[in-house]
């Protein structure tokens, strides 16, 4: 989302409120400065003699580099781009340096793009390219500085280099190591010099991850790898049905478990402890739980999508017009109106959840892995009712988050269950209650209108009806009716079109919880647009690559993403079948988390409706790249997301429960079914985009296309239904 | 009380004979980088090896493993295909999150001590079994074939 959609988003009173709201390069950004350390305010536990220029370095006499991590690792490989954008400004190697995640602490850590300690919404690197940068170079300069002190020369004539400073007429050098104790009473200074990027030696490279070797031996610990002394094992059930609570609990056949110690029963779930995981899972087994459904036991999927349609007729709060789309839409001639619809899903990270508790009598600790470990932090002390600062949150790896750990829900529950117990207690969610608990991507439904001209789009509506996840989790981001993010990659679609219009309705789902998701608003909203803007091309008769490129001239960067991709995946060549199916090859663009992109994807439909994705190419232009492997491993692992939501993602809701609960029913792709996947990065010098969720939101459009480049059959649901594309079914599309 | 081989040692834990065996390494002897993903044998997590051969820890009795040798991505380094794999993860910079991975790790290294040279219907046939969340198979294919042609 670009800095004038968001300035215009904003009401006034709220814009004052949000000191300093500017963006850059696609991020809301709040004020944001360079956090200090001051004395007695340690961030982490550290001896003495350490050279602590701000919050997010540390330099010991032994020569170590700590790194503090403001964003969480949870796969996306945040910890070796923070790393090397802090080791390139303050001239060290990446061998030199620890990372650390960084403790609980809004005012050091804060995300300046949420203004709170969150990592999502593909931004680690956009939100702390600049104060990162600049936290390493303050540093420098104090380094430097130190050591043309104890030489008493000019600091202009010394630089930096590899953990040293260099006197340049005399090539003489000190290591940082013995300047830590000569830093005292110099002062950082006011704007510190960034290097050029010209003369980068880190920031480009695709340099090994730091976190990936211990993820080789089973050394990383993960959240549900904790363990401590005397430390109790539980699991938990909650009601099946959404917003229903515990009736009565038999307990008597669990309470005779071997290695169960104690049930405990709350409103809305119950939780088994016992010596270990498999114990504490028997003894919940064997539980005989009367629950009391409450008033959502009638909620089904067919409820919540009638709910969905009626909303989506109503007329939406305008997120943004340009020119008169009534009037253009209204004109007769080719005018062409299309829905398309998403589904609930899970997240499904591969570590189940889980969190591990102790709580005594004046205190609490939490081990996590979280994305928000500020949020951890808090939520525990509202549990407890201990003032904040006497909960320490410590956080641990993520097996995959995918916005789920955004959430608190499990922390809540970990920390009731915690209070019962005596001593630490490590409560892991089962598989199925992971998949039937979770805080789902919402349902979304997306109404385009649009007439052509000569070939070109000249009315554009767009009406996306959907739960704002924003208003619950970050009301900032919910202005005016409109969730900021529900409309991203909507308000900002990168078509010349001279009259559009982008309402928004905001519909709750009944009794479902709803949250972010990897992809988060473009998700649903390039799935919509591509896949329509397909129809389109169809309808004005065009090839879909040239239809798109006649309306990019105002966003030469997708152009060029476009033109790039195209050449690479051989558009317009035939495709042979390799299993007797139909081929066909489809293109989606998007600019979205500030990175252009361009994918096309090759399919294989057979008689049975079964779609195999054969190939996958997909250019992308994300500025200045930081590590090279890791934006090519982000597109291929996203895109591999965004295949399996389109081929199988679907939550579906009977007598107000999820009817799936496990890999069985809930499908992943597999490695028999991963295409060939070819990524094209583009040399460019604009500041970097988001790359984590974009080959998520890419997948699902270009494999639709692909489909009704393969059969005719405009799809206008997902995930894909192979009624429709084996001709069990009638197609919804109209075309 | 049950006495098991992991890794070249002995261990003797108090556990019921149907206790599956992830439960006892994780929660019993404390070897945590064998993983629970589902529970049901769906997702490879969990994967070990009995005798060289691949198993689902989840499903399997620690009862029925008898005088089995178990090796858990904690020991497979220590043979040549398990170092190879190990290797070849971090040349190709197979990983994400990672929590997967050790299950991909043991799956990849009992299809190399089989096959020392898979092709790709081999690696179908053995990986499919284990589900990455990240999608890192792209890389889990080529790093099985960059591992099949290392020197021991």
Same mark, same amino acid.
């Given at each position: 989302?670009?800095?004038?959609?968001?300035?215009?988003?904003?009401? /006034?009173?709220?814009?004052?409120?949000?000191?300093?709201?500017?963006?850059?390069?696609?991020?809301?950004?709040?004020?944001?400065?360079?956090?200090?350390?001051?004395?007695?305010?340690?961030?982490?536990?550290?001896?003495?003699?350490?050279?602590?220029?701000?919050?997010?370095?540390?330099?010991?006499?032994?020569?170590?580099?700590?790194?503090?991590?403001?964003?969480?690792?949870?796969?996306?490989?945040?910890?070796?781009?923070?790393?090397?954008?802090?080791?390139?400004?303050?001239?060290?190697?990446?061998?030199?340096?620890?990372?650390?995640? &960084?403790?609980?602490?809004?005012?050091?850590?804060?995300?300046?793009?949420?203004?709170?300690?969150?990592?999502?919404?593909?931004?680690?690197?956009?939100?702390?390219?600049?104060?990162?940068?600049?936290?390493?170079?303050?540093?420098?300069?104090?380094?430097?500085?130190?050591?043309?002190?104890?030489?008493?020369?000019?600091?202009?004539?010394?630089?930096?280099?590899?953990?040293?400073?260099? !006197?340049?007429?005399?090539?003489?050098?000190?290591?940082?190591?013995?300047?830590?104790?000569?830093?005292?009473g110099i002062a950082p200074p006011r704007e510190p010099a960034l290097k050029s990027v010209d003369a980068f030696k880190l920031i480009g490279q695709p340099l090994k991850?730091? $976190?990936?070797?211990?993820?080789?031996?089973?050394?990383?610990?993960?959240?549900?790898?904790?363990?401590?002394?005397?430390?109790?094992?539980?699991?938990?059930?909650?009601? /099946?049905?959404?917003?229903?609570?515990?009736?009565?609990?038999?307990?008597?056949?669990?309470?005779?478990?071997?290695?169960?110690?104690?049930?405990?029963?709350?409103?809305?779930?119950? &939780?088994?402890?016992?010596?270990?995981?498999?114990?504490?899972?028997?003894?919940?087994? &064997?539980?005989?739980?009367?629950?009391?459904?409450?008033?959502?036991?009638?909620?089904?999927?067919?409820?919540?999508?009638?709910?969905?349609?009626?909303?989506?007729?109503?007329?939406?709060?305008?997120?943004?017009?340009?020119?008169?789309?009534?009037?253009?839409?209204?004109?007769?001639?080719?005018?062409?109106?299309?829905?398309?619809?998403?589904?609930?899903?899970?997240?499904?990270?591969?570590?189940?959840?889980?969190?591990?508790?102790?709580?005594?009598?004046?205190?609490?600790?939490?081990?996590?892995?979280?994305? #928000?470990?500020?949020?951890?932090?808090?939520?525990?002390?509202?549990?407890?009712?201990?003032?904040?600062?006497?909960?320490i949150a410590h956080n641990l790896l993520m097996g995959g988050g995918f916005g789920r750990r955004l959430e608190v829900d499990h922390i809540e529950k970990a920390v009731?269950?915690?209070?019962?117990?005596?001593?630490?207690?490590?409560?892991?969610?089962?598989?199925?209650?992971?998949?039937?608990?979770?805080?789902?991507?919402?349902?979304?439904?997306?109404?385009?209108?649009?007439?052509?001209?000569?070939?070109?789009?000249?009315?554009?509506? !767009?009406?996306?009806?959907?739960?704002?996840?924003?208003?619950?989790?970050?009301?900032?981001?919910?202005?005016?009716?409109?969730?900021?993010?529900?409309?991203?990659?909507?308000?900002?679609?990168?078509?010349?079109?001279?009259?559009?219009?982008?309402?928004?309705?905001?519909?709750?789902?009944?009794?479902?919880?709803?949250?972010?998701?990897?992809?988060? @608003? /473009?998700?649903?909203?390039?799935?919509?647009?591509?896949?329509?803007?397909?129809?389109?091309?169809?309808?004005?008769?065009? $090839?879909?690559?040239?239809?798109?490129?006649?309306?990019?001239?105002?966003? /030469?960067?997708?152009? &060029?993403?476009?033109?790039? #991709?195209?050449?690479?995946?051989?558009?317009?060549?035939?495709?042979?079948?390799?299993?007797?199916?139909?081929?066909?090859?489809?293109?989606?663009?998007?600019?979205?988390?500030?990175?252009?992109?361009?994918?096309?994807?090759?399919?294989?439909?057979?008689?049975?409706?079964?779609?195999?994705?054969?190939?996958?190419?997909?250019?992308?232009?994300?500025?200045?790249?930081?590590?090279?492997?890791?934006?090519?491993?982000?597109?291929?692992?996203?895109?591999i997301f965004g295949i399996t939501a389109a081929l199988y993602g679907e939550i579906t809701i009977e007598n107000g429960r999820v009817q799936q609960s496990n890999f069985?029913?809930?499908?992943?792709?597999?490695?028999?079914?991963?295409?060939?996947?070819?990524? !094209?990065?583009?040399?460019?010098?604009?500041?970097?985009?988001?790359?984590?969720?974009?080959?998520?939101?890419?997948?699902?459009?270009?494999?639709?296309?692909?489909?009704?480049?393969?059969?005719?059959?405009?799809?206008?649901?997902?995930?894909?239904?192979?009624?429709?594309?084996? @001709?069990?079914?009638?197609?919804?599309?109209?075309? | 009380?049950?006495?098991?081989?992991?890794?070249?040692?002995?261990?003797?834990?108090?556990?019921?004979?149907?206790?599956?065996?992830?439960?006892?390494?994780?929660?019993?002897?404390?070897?945590?980088?064998?993983?629970?993903?589902?529970?049901?044998?769906?997702?490879?997590?969990?994967?070990?090896?009995?005798?060289?051969?691949?198993?689902?820890?989840?499903?399997?009795?620690?009862?029925?493993?008898?005088?089995?040798?178990?090796?858990?991505?904690?020991?497979?380094?220590?043979?040549?295909?398990?170092?190879?794999?190990?290797?070849?993860?971090?040349?190709?910079?197979?990983?994400?999150?990672?929590?997967?991975?050790?299950?991909?790790?043991?799956?990849?290294?009992?299809?190399?001590?089989?096959?020392?040279?898979?092709?790709?219907?081999?690696?179908?046939?053995?990986?499919?079994?284990?589900?990455?969340?990240?999608?890192?198979?792209?890389?889990?294919?080529?790093?099985?074939?960059?591992?099949?042609?290392?020197?021991?």
């Amino acid at each position: 989302m670009n800095a004038e959609v968001i300035d215009q988003l904003l009401d /006034p009173a709220r814009r004052t409120a949000i000191k300093g709201v500017a963006a850059v390069s696609g991020v809301l950004l709040f004020g944001f400065h360079i956090p200090t350390v001051r004395a007695g305010q340690k961030a982490t536990g550290s001896p003495p003699l350490q050279f602590e220029p701000n919050a997010f370095i540390r330099m010991d006499q032994l020569g170590t580099v700590k790194l503090i991590m403001p964003q969480t690792e949870m796969g996306q490989g945040v910890y070796t781009s923070i790393a090397m954008i802090l080791a390139e400004e303050l001239d060290v190697s990446l061998d030199q340096v620890q990372v650390e995640a &960084a403790p609980p602490n809004e005012k050091l850590y804060a995300n300046p793009a949420f203004g709170i300690q969150a990592t999502g919404n593909s931004n680690s690197i956009r939100a702390f390219w600049m104060p990162l940068r600049k936290a390493g170079a303050s540093a420098r300069a104090i380094l430097i500085a130190a050591a043309a002190k104890k030489w008493n020369v000019d600091p202009a004539v010394c630089q930096a280099d590899r953990g040293e400073v260099v !006197h340049a007429p005399t090539g003489r050098r000190i290591a940082y190591r013995l300047l830590v104790g000569s830093t005292g009473g110099i002062a950082p200074p006011r704007e510190p010099a960034l290097k050029s990027v010209d003369a980068f030696k880190l920031i480009g490279q695709p340099l090994k991850r730091l $976190d990936t070797p211990d993820k080789t031996n089973g050394k990383a610990t993960y959240g549900i790898d904790m363990m401590l002394p005397n430390m109790k094992f539980a699991t938990v059930a909650a009601c /099946p049905v959404f917003g229903g609570a515990v009736g009565t609990v038999d307990q008597g056949a669990a309470l005779i478990v071997f290695g169960v110690r104690q049930v405990i029963v709350l409103d809305d779930f119950v &939780a088994v402890v016992a010596d270990n995981m498999w114990a504490a899972k028997e003894g919940l087994d &064997a539980l005989r739980i009367a629950w009391q459904p409450g008033p959502n036991a009638k909620i089904d999927t067919r409820e919540v999508w009638r709910q969905t349609r009626a909303a989506s007729e109503r007329d939406g709060v305008v997120a943004k017009a340009v020119g008169n789309a009534s009037q253009a839409l209204s004109q007769g001639g080719d005018r062409f109106d299309a829905d398309y619809e998403l589904p609930f899903l899970a997240h499904a990270t591969m570590e189940p959840l889980n969190c591990t508790v102790e709580v005594k009598q004046d205190s609490c600790e939490v081990w996590v892995g979280t994305q #928000v470990i500020s949020r951890a932090q808090a939520i525990a002390a509202q549990v407890t009712g201990l003032p904040r600062e006497k909960v320490i949150a410590h956080n641990l790896l993520m097996g995959g988050g995918f916005g789920r750990r955004l959430e608190v829900d499990h922390i809540e529950k970990a920390v009731r269950v915690a209070q019962k117990v005596n001593g630490p207690v490590k409560v892991v969610w089962t598989r199925e209650e992971d998949i039937q608990h979770d805080i789902y991507r919402p349902v979304y439904l997306d109404k385009l209108s649009a007439r052509l001209k000569d070939g070109k789009i000249v009315g554009w509506r !767009h009406r996306i009806t959907g739960s704002s996840v924003m208003a619950r989790w970050f009301p900032p981001g919910f202005q005016k009716g409109i969730d900021i993010d529900a409309v991203d990659s909507a308000i900002d679609v990168p078509y010349d079109i001279p009259n559009l219009q982008i309402e928004y309705v905001r519909n709750e789902p009944p009794a479902v919880p709803t949250g972010f998701w990897r992809g988060v @608003g /473009p998700n649903n909203n390039v799935f919509a647009v591509e896949s329509f803007v397909d129809e389109l091309a169809k309808k004005a008769g065009q $090839d879909p690559v040239a239809f798109r490129r006649a309306h990019l001239d105002k966003t /030469p960067r997708l152009k &060029a993403a476009l033109d790039l #991709v195209a050449s690479k995946s051989d558009w317009g060549k035939p495709i042979p079948a390799r299993f007797g199916g139909r081929t066909g090859r489809g293109v989606e663009v998007q600019v979205a988390f500030a990175s252009y992109i361009a994918t096309v994807a090759e399919v294989e439909v057979d008689k049975n409706g079964e779609v195999r994705v054969t190939r996958v190419v997909l250019a992308i232009d994300t500025g200045i790249v930081v590590n090279p492997d890791t934006v090519i491993a982000q597109m291929q692992g996203g895109l591999i997301f965004g295949i399996t939501a389109a081929l199988y993602g679907e939550i579906t809701i009977e007598n107000g429960r999820v009817q799936q609960s496990n890999f069985h029913d809930y499908r992943m792709l597999r490695m028999d079914q991963t295409p060939d996947i070819q990524i !094209h990065i583009i040399k460019s010098a604009e500041s970097p985009g988001g790359i984590g969720e974009t080959g998520t939101t890419a997948a699902p459009p270009a494999l639709r296309n692909a489909i009704f480049a393969a059969t005719g059959i405009a799809l206008r649901r997902l995930p894909i239904d192979r009624d429709v594309l084996a @001709g069990r079914k009638p197609s919804l599309a109209h075309t | 009380m049950v006495t098991l081989k992991i890794n070249g040692q002995e261990s003797s834990v108090e556990a019921p004979e149907q206790m599956p065996l992830l439960w006892v390494l994780r929660d019993l002897i404390g070897l945590t980088g064998t993983k629970f993903g589902c529970g049901i044998g769906q997702c490879g997590a969990c994967t070990v090896h009995l005798d060289g051969n691949p198993v689902r820890s989840c499903l399997l009795p620690v009862g029925a493993v008898g005088n089995r040798a178990i090796t858990t991505v904690e020991g497979v380094g220590a043979t040549p295909a398990g170092a190879k794999i190990q290797k070849a993860w971090l040349d190709l910079e197979v990983i994400q999150c990672g929590y997967c991975q050790s299950g991909q790790i043991m799956s990849a290294t009992a299809l190399l001590n089989a096959t020392p040279q898979p092709t790709d219907a081999d690696i179908n046939a053995a990986m499919s079994g284990n589900i990455c969340r990240c999608g890192t198979y792209v890389r889990i294919r080529e790093a099985i074939k960059h591992a099949s042609k290392a020197q021991p």
